[in-house]
């Protein structure tokens, strides 16, 4: 994809959300890196539903292990795979307690070290609670990156560092969020909405999909 193309192919995703943010519901950088460890393979949506009450009792490292493994389980028992993820919960939170004081560090390779946490779940509490410009590849911004051709990689670490090359300094603080997005709810994985996508004309994806036809009324 061509630089001009590329500037304004986030130029038009930033026009109608200027200030992205994540879907995930959090109080604080902890409960942020709790929320984002207890999404993978599940949705914001479940995710949410679980952590509703959990965070209104959970909002620090040594409140977590005040509620213990077999309370934490009881609040996110709906969320997948929630016997391993509410171990390595409570592990981080007793490094955090140890090595931390009880804070979230702002340095992706102590936040790798942290159970449960690896590169994609560490980049999304820096950009989205620290601020930082960095780019968490999931599923939704793997398949964009790579349909588009925005930033084409077999991995998710190689579209990263791609997307860290191509996306403009103006971009960066939102691109996370403004991709993820897009993937979400119009580059859809089965069914991508292209009749709809204002950035169509930059993207290689062929056939472009076309608008559904109209549902005939049903006659009285």
């Known amino acids: 994809m061509k630089k001009a193309d590329i500037y304004e192919l986030f130029h038009r995703l930033s026009e109608n959300n200027p200030e992205p943010q994540t879907e995930l519901d959090y109080v604080n950088p902890y409960t942020l890196l709790v929320a984002v460890a207890l999404s993978a393979q599940a949705t914001d949506i479940g995710v949410n539903k679980a952590t509703k009450e959990l965070f209104k009792q959970v909002q620090t490292p040594q409140a977590m292990l005040d509620l213990g493994e077999e309370g934490l389980k009881e609040h996110v028992k709906t969320v997948g795979l929630f016997n391993t993820k509410a171990k390595n919960v409570i592990k981080a939170a007793q490094m955090l307690v140890d090595e931390h004081g009880g804070e979230v560090p702002r340095d992706r390779e102590a936040l790798e070290k942290l159970p449960g946490v690896g590169r994609k779940t560490a980049n999304v509490v820096l950009n989205e609670a620290f601020g930082e410009e960095t780019i968490a590849v999931d599923t939704h911004i793997f398949r964009v990156s790579n349909r588009t051709g925005l930033a084409p990689g077999k991995t998710p670490l190689a579209v990263e560092l791609k997307l860290e090359k191509v996306t403009p300094a103006d971009f960066k603080r939102h691109a996370h969020h ?23 004309e930059f993207c290689r994806y062929k056939p472009k999909t076309p608008a559904p036809a109209p549902k005939r009324k049903a006659m009285p």
């Not at 979400?184 to 009749?195: D, S, V």
């Open 178 to 200: 403004w991709i993820l997005l897009h993937g979400r709810y119009i580059c859809k994985a089965r069914t991508p909405e292209c009749w709809r996508c204002q950035v169509a």
